[in-house]
């Protein structure tokens, strides 16, 4: 199965998510440059002094390979909704659950979850997530924080 490896880079800076067309990476592996459809982000030294910004202002964020109920492309950071139905044994009486969370890479599982720790619930599995009603990306954590303040 072929897997889509992708980028987009939020500007610290500039507060502005950007589109990455490339990465280039040091003799060591280390990642030196930052090529995006806005400017380009760089450590080295010569560009600094040009009008290239730090790429200590840029952070790099990974397509998780998945796309929401209306096709989004899911990234790393993104903000989720998603709604699921309790049925509590009578037909009138379904309830249902909004939650809200930020989508993570889990390192010690190797998977990508939806953390709605800061709204005092719990963190689901992104598999799980899918068999819940309407999910979908509403934000990202740096540009709509306020979507994750705790429900009252």
């Not at 989720?80 to 309790?86: A, D, E, H, I, N």
């Not at 068999?131 to 705790?150: A, C, R, S, W």
Request: one cysteine or more; aromatic letters at 12%.
């Amino acid at each position: 199965m072929k897997r889509e490896i992708k980028f987009r880079a939020w500007d610290k800076a500039k507060h502005r998510m950007l589109g990455v067309d490339q990465l280039a990476f040091g003799p060591n592996g280390e990642l030196v440059s930052i090529y995006s459809d806005g400017p380009d982000f760089s450590n080295d030294s010569e560009a600094l002094m040009g009008d290239k910004p730090d790429l200590n202002e840029a952070v790099l964020i990974q397509f998780t390979g998945l796309h929401d109920k209306n096709g989004r492309e899911i990234y790393e950071g993104d903000i989720l909704s998603f709604g699921s139905v309790w049925d509590n044994g009578d037909n009138e009486d379904i309830d249902e659950e909004i939650h809200i969370g930020v989508v993570e890479y889990d390192p010690h599982y190797a998977v990508y979850d939806v953390n709605c720790d800061g709204s005092g619930e719990r963190r689901f599995l992104f598999t799980d997530v899918f068999n819940y009603d309407g999910y979908g990306v509403i934000g990202n954590i740096f540009e709509d924080k306020q979507l994750l303040e705790v429900k009252q």
